[in-house]
């Protein structure tokens, strides 16, 4: 299959993605890509002392986050792959921030689940118009570890998280749900209100992924104690966080460590 070349999300795209709250966006990435961004986060696996506390092993899942402050394969996916202008599109945006990156690696054969969640809690923005995008580079089947969303779930205006109220949730079934099988190089875009989990891997390979988060037009800082970067920032020794640490409730993101995307 040839590798998106154009960046072109179509309107069917976009008309998927606000009717479902998520989709499925095929060769994003060629192999270069893929192969760097492989080593980049082999690298980080291996190396990588992390923002204070962001390197957790859950269970056999291993997850760091804002990479591109330290490493330089990182930072050109974020400003220099398709992903921006992917996301741009889906949120029909003119003006695009860059929240946060990360990796989620489930080791093979060992219980790899991630509860229902999703990410708008995680971070400290309102507005409507954020999404995530889901990179793999491995095959992805049910079996390694896939995630699944409850399809048109961002339309219910809810948040799940670990401090949620969960009564109303239910287990969902059968054709609520949403999943693809990916190739590597294939994206996930959910907005941060879809509720997703993902499967255990139960097969012998490893599953690699990366995850970028954008905001568009609509989306102001809004203060949340226990958001995304989880520490206090003033014990994280990244220099773009400090302008963090000036930004109130209702303001426009653009800032260093929320810094607006070159999108023409
Ligand atoms: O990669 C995974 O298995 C889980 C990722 C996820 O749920 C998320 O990024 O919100």
């Known amino acids: 299959m040839p590798k998106l070349k154009t960046e072109k999300i ?67 996916l974020v400003f220099e792959s ?24 489930k080791k093979p054969t060992a219980e790899s689940s991630v509860r229902w969640h999703n990410d708008q809690p995680y971070w400290p923005v309102q507005g409507w118009k954020c999404c995530k995008i889901w990179l793999t580079l491995d ?27 969960t009564s109303w949730f239910c287990e969902p079934e059968g054709d609520k749900l949403l999943s693809w099988d990916m190739e590597p190089g294939d994206c ?22 990366i995850v970028t988060n954008w905001a568009g037009d609509d989306v102001t800082y809004n203060y949340r104690p226990k958001a995304w970067p989880y520490v206090p920032i ?10 963090m640490k000036t930004l109130k409730t209702g303001e426009p993101l653009d800032s260093n460590i929320f810094p607006k995307i070159q999108l023409d």
Request: glycine residues 4%; aromatic residues 8%; proline residues 2%.
């Open 10 to 76: 179509s309107s069917p795209q976009v008309e998927a993605f606000e009717k479902d709250g998520v989709i499925c966006v095929k060769n994003v990435l060629d192999d270069n890509w893929i192969e760097k961004m492989r080593t980049a986060v082999e690298r980080n696996l291996l190396n990588s002392v992390g923002v204070r506390g962001s390197k957790k092993v859950q269970l056999h899942v291993v997850h760091d986050y804002s990479l591109w402050h330290r490493d330089e394969d990182f930072r050109a």
């Open 82 to 105: 398709p992903l921006a202008k992917i996301a741009a599109q889906l949120l029909k945006s003119e003006k695009l921030n860059f929240l946060g990156d990360g990796f989620f690696v």
């Open 139 to 165: 095959h992805v089947t049910k079996e390694n570890g896939r995630l699944e969303y409850i399809k048109a779930s961002h339309l219910w205006n809810k948040e799940l998280d670990d401090n949620s109220d």
């Open 188 to 209: 996930l875009v959910h907005h941060f209100l879809t509720i997703h989990h993902s499967v255990t891997n139960t097969s012998s390979s490893i599953r690699r992924a």
């Open 234 to 243: 003033e014990e994280i020794d990244i220099p773009e966080f400090d302008s």
